[in-house]
């Protein structure tokens, strides 16, 4: 990858549950491990899960408990080597996630910026606009849908949603959580029937993660599946799935918030 190159893929799936954050952790673990420079961002600030996933957790509530209020320290020294961008503590009442917080922990990669290539988004379930808005701004979109059929239309809403209200077209697919590959093969193909009158937009499929009993392990240990199981089936198929991510072209960003232009994120956050 050329150095001046920054990769920014967000991954999204309108239904809660499916898996986003699991596939957001452990992908950037695996680029990582490949030799790239990764900020993984914690986008769901109401309910940040990433750090808890990580046993982040443990260290930053001692630290918020010094730190009072202030939460302007996001960046935390993740497994491989990932920077963890995540509102420290305890999930953060409703009312206290407002728009400079985002700002502002979008604004502390500044210092980061020269030195990283890449940088993943989770982002929460639903479509609420500033989380929709957050997932156009990145220039892949990683969309993770399991092998129910509420999951295959929250998908094909949230597709729509972002190719009528912002022009995006192209969409990566992975379905998580199956019980046999041909299953999710077979989501994919249903995604793509339900989206058959939307010609313009195109989807790629990456691959399917198989339900994993050490992904509940990983969880209760608080550590990242890749490095709790590495050669587990489903870190295996998220290894896949990174590969192929590096071996394809990057598409930039789509220029409402940009990696590492702090300034223009916080006009437009
Ligand atoms: N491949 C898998 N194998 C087994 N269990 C899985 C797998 N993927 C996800 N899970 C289970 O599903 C739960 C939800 O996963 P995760 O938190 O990654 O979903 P999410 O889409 O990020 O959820 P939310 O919408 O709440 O952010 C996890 O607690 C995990 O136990
Ligand atoms: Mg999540």
Redesign the pocket.
Known sequence: MNSSTKQIIAVA?CK???????IAVNLALSLANNGRRVVLMDG?LAVP?VGISLGLEKNLNVERQKEGQDIANFIKEGPSGVHVLTPLGQPIWRETVETGQAVRMIESLESLSPSLDTLIIDT??GLAPDNIALIQAAGEILI?LNQEVLSLLDSVRLIRLLYREYGVRRFNVVV??VSNRRYGSNQFERLQNHLSDEVAIILRYQGA????KA??ES?SRQKALLESSPDCR?SKAINRIAQQIMAAPVTPPRGRIEFFLPARISERV
């Open positions: 799936g809660g549950g499916v898996g986003k954050t699991l769901n899960d929460a379930p993770v998580n959580a993660v198989p339900f994993d992904v509940a969880l489903a």
